[in-house]
Every structure is written in C-alpha cells, then in structure tokens.
C-alpha cells in the first residue's frame, strides 16, 4: 500500500479524538444521544482546524448501527463505508470546484429520494463560501425545508462571504485555532507512536509555525521525517528544514538594531539569506518577535498573552528591558511596511536591508520616533565620553543644529539640543497627579491646563482663559511647580505659559545654563 500522510492516517474517528474544538464536539455529540439532529450545520474557521474531520465524524455517528456515547463505533458497515468514503449516503462535495447552480440542482434532484441504508443522507460542501449567487439562491429552499433524511454540512474559512439568508437557516459552530500546547501534546502522542524520534523543542516550534492548525502541524512534522527518514531530529535540523530563523538571530538582529551597527544587522541578514532562509517568513516572524517585546514591555501579566517557552521568553525579557516604547514602536511600524511592500516586490533582499539601514541610521528619517531615536543615540554617546573623562557643556548653537562634537583647546565640548522627548511624554502622563498634589489654588488653576512642547525643549503650560493665567502662570505657581516636577519625576524642566488659541506669553519662568543642560539628563540608575 503506498503512503499515507499523516493527518490522513491520524484523522480523528471519534469526536473525543478531536483537539482543541471540545465545545463544538461536546455539542454535536449531545445532539445526537438526544435525538436532537439539525437539518443543517455551518462550521466555520481557519484551515485544519477540523471542521472536515467533524463533519464526517458526525456523517458515521448519525448512520452508525452501534453509537456509543454518541460516537460513531466504527466497525458496523455504515462507519467503514464512510471512513472509505464508499458510503452513497454521505456526499463530500468541493464547492470551489463545483459552484455552478447546476451542480446545486443535481443536490436538489438527489435529496428526493431516502437513503438505501442507514438514516440519514449527509451532504457535506467544504468552501460553500465559493459558491456563485445563483448556487446560493437554488440551495436556499432545499436547504431551508429539506427531507427529515437530509442534512447538510457547510465548511468555510470565508464566514463573512456567506449570505445572510443562508447563515439564518443554519447551526453556526466556530472552529478556533488551536493553542500550541495542544498541538504539541498531539504530535508528541503521535511521534511515539509512529517510532519518530525529535527533540520537544523541535515538536514545540512545529506546534507555533502550524499558527493553531492541526493538520498544518502534521504536513510539517511529515516533511521532516521525509527529510531525515529513520534518524533523530533536532531543533536545530527542523530550522533548516522549514527554513526558519531561531530567536537567537532575532535577539541579535534587535541588539544590532538597538545598538545603530547597520554593519551587525546586515551581516544576520546575509547569514540567514545564504541558509535559505525566506525573505517574507523572515520578516514576518521578525515582526512577531518585536509584537512580543511591546507586549512584554507594556502589559504587566504578558505569559498569558505570549505563547513561549520559558528560555526564549528570558531573551525577550532582556530585550524588551533595553529597549524604549518609542523605539519598538517605530521598529514595528517599519517592518509592517516592509511586510505589505513585500508581497508585490521582486527584490524582498534589498528592501529588507534598506529597512535594517533606515532602522539603524535615524537621521535618514524626519518622523517623530526617528527623531527621538537620533536623541536617544545622543544621550548614549554623552555617556560614553563623560566616562572616558571628556566634558560636555551646552552651547546656544544646539538650539537650531543637530548635535556634533567640536574641539577647542582644552576639553572636548559636545554641543547637545536641550530637550528630550520622553520627559515630556512621562511628564504629560503623570500632569494629573501632579498638579494633584500641588493643592489649594494651584490645583485649581491648572486644572484644565494642556502641555505643548518646542523643539527648544521648553514645555508651554496652555490655559483655556485670562483668569485661570492670572493665578497658574505666576513666578509664586510655576517655582512651586518646578519644585513639584523635580521631586516627582527627578527631572528639570523649563516652564512658560501662554493662553490657548496662540495667545501671547503672559510669564517665563528662566532657568541658567547649567539648568538648561540638566533637562536632557535623566539620573544614573534610570540610563
């Protein structure tokens, strides 16, 4: 006998064999020890989520001369019929290929006449979503009021395709992809069984490139027994199998990035490139791996929400723990460009490099987080030369040029620009609590103040009218902020107030140069 794949050989005969669908089958199989049997059925979902396998289980079920518990006993004559699919009552019909309303008339002519054996008549159209208009309109009577003996099954990925008139007429069960443990259990069960030999990490990245489908993970699995048939296979072989990139090249593709070395980043591309990896696959899994550092750096309780395995979600941790909001922001807003360019274009090599260059190399771009990168780089190589005994003063010129070393006689001076732009988002989080706490009436008349921020790096406190000015833009309310400000954040800003709808200035609160200086500085143990 020749080959049989595997999510052939495997497919579940009974409804307790089906993973990850266990409302949907707990349902069915009541259905059917009550008696309670729909005329017609609508299971919808993502590809191999088993909506197929179901559909037959439930074709031998309601046939079945021997149910047990629901289940179909699968030695009588109707359970062996259907599984060879040598059973005339149980129709399997492939709507994509037969969508006419012709082929929906011959089901019509074919529904008139009772089964020659068993009870029921099953007719089931996988990808009904493709049927033409005029297939629907034919099928809605027959399918509205059809012999007691029939019963349809539609199977789609494409629910939204569906016309309304049909989806009333029908039981909805959605199929949900399945979670990757689940998967995973499934192919380890199935491994021992079939005398495969693979590593549990192999089995656990084979379980989450399936994407929550069962017979996705079984082709896969198959391949790779195909590529090494009889030996052990490892983590390290299925990578290489499925051309697949592990998380390590992507930690260090997201240090190379983290760090501006285009040199790096460029190189894990070309290493990747000369393996075979695939272009699209690549910057999609990459894309996954920056999702998952945003998550883990935002959300408080991210395991729930991050399928991983303990070691890789370390690497995460420490990624995402170097790494800014802003900053996975704009790596996530880059590569999700490049993700759509990459459909449609012939050099996916050279666009994902331009993207690695950009990433690198801010000053290529004038977009906020770019520009706030470009700071972000700044800051790093103050640090770097105030460790190596270098010093750095501030110099008026910063307020129009970007920032760039320059040497007098004596020290070094780096000229910096005299804001940055995550003090003011931190400070326009937290405004609320602070102005909360500053109490009595400068509570009052900064209630109701908007922040605005110039790119000299001095923050506008914005008032809706005169009088609320009067009081909150006093030199007494804005050195009692300042104050507040300092010891809430640990931060100096330099503060003016003006009226809403570009009113003029009403007071300026001065700092000196040293101050100035001190507003892009966060302190020691926040670097």
């Known amino acids: 006998m020749s080959y049989v794949a595997l ?45 197929t396998s179901v559909a037959k289980i439930m074709a031998k079920a309601v ?39 012709d082929n929906i008339r011959d089901i019509r002519e074919q529904v008139q006449y009772p089964p020659t054996e068993g009870k029921y008549r099953v007719y089931i159209i996988d990808e009904v979503h493709m049927l033409s208009v005029g297939a629907f309109n034919a ?6 009021e059809p012999p007691e003996y029939v019963i349809f099954i539609l199977a789609t990925t494409e629910v939204h395709k569906i016309p309304v008139t049909v989806l009333s007429r029908c039981q909805r069960y959605d199929f949900r992809r399945i979670t990757a443990d689940v998967i995973a259990d499934r192919l380890r069960e199935l491994s021992s069984a079939e005398h495969i030999e693979i590593e549990d990490r192999a089995l656990g990245y084979i379980a989450r490139a399936a994407d929550g489908a069962m017979r996705d993970a079984l082709s896969l699995l198959d391949e790779c027994v195909a590529f090494h048939p009889g030996e052990p296979i490892s983590y390290e072989q299925v990578l290489e199998i499925l051309g697949a990139v592990d998380i390590a090249t992507f930690s260090g593709l997201f240090q190379a990035l983290l760090g501006g070395k285009t040199g790096d ?20 899994d990459f894309l996954w791996y920056l ?36 900053q996975l922001g704009r790596y996530i807003r880059v590569f999700s460009e490049l993700s759509n360019r990459m459909r449609w274009s012939s050099q996916k090599r050279v666009e994902t490099e331009l993207a690695l260059i ?8 004038t977009s906020n987080d770019a520009l706030l990168e470009r700071i972000a780089s700044l800051e790093r190589e103050i640090r770097n030369l105030k460790a ?9 010129a910063a307020k129009e040029a970007p920032a760039q070393a320059v040497q007098p006689a004596g ?32 509570r009052a008349a900064l209630t109701g103040t908007q922040l605005e921020a110039d790119r000299h790096g001095i923050i506008w406190i914005v008032f809706p009218d005169q009088g609320t000015m009067l009081f909150g833009g006093s030199d007494r309310t804005v050195a009692a902020l300042t104050k507040q400000v300092r010891e809430f954040l640990q931060k100096e800003f330099t503060f003016r107030v003006r009226l809403a709808k570009g009113g003029e200035t009403a007071r300026s609160y001065k700092v000196s140069e040293e101050d100035i200086l001190d507003n892009i500085k966060y302190p020691v143990d926040r670097l």
């Open 411 to 442: 020290p070094e001076v780096v000229e910096l620009p005299k804001a940055k732009y995550e003090d003011f988002m931190e400070l326009r989080e937290n405004w609320g609590r602070i102005i909360e706490e500053l109490g009595g009436t400068d």
């Open 358 to 365: 950009r990433l690198t190399s801010p000053e290529m771009e």
């Open 63 to 101: 046939n079945c001369a021997n149910p047990v518990n629901g289940n179909p006993c699968g030695t009588c004559a109707m359970c062996r019929a259907v599984a060879e699919e040598n059973s005339m009552n149980v129709l399997e019909i492939d709507a994509a290929s037969n969508n006419g309303v």
């Open 265 to 284: 980043a460029l190189h894990l591309l070309e290493k990747a490139f000369t393996q075979g990896r695939e272009m699209g696959q690549f910057v999609s």
């Open 7 to 51: 999510y052939r050989k495997w497919r579940p005969s009974t409804f307790e064999e089906v993973k990850g669908q266990d409302a949907v089958c707990t349902t069915l199989k009541n259905q059917i020890i009550s008696g309670r049997i729909g005329h017609a059925y609508l299971f919808c979902g993502t590809r191999g989520t088993g909506k």
């Open 139 to 144: 099928l809605l009577k027959t399918l509205e």
């Open 388 to 396: 190596n005994g270098i010093t750095v003063t501030a110099s008026a």
């Open 291 to 326: 999702r998952n550092l945003l998550i883990l750096r935002t959300a408080e309780d991210a395991d729930g929400i991050i399928d991983s395995s303990r070691e890789n979600l370390q690497i995460m941790r420490r990624d995402a723990a170097a790494a800014t909001q802003a």
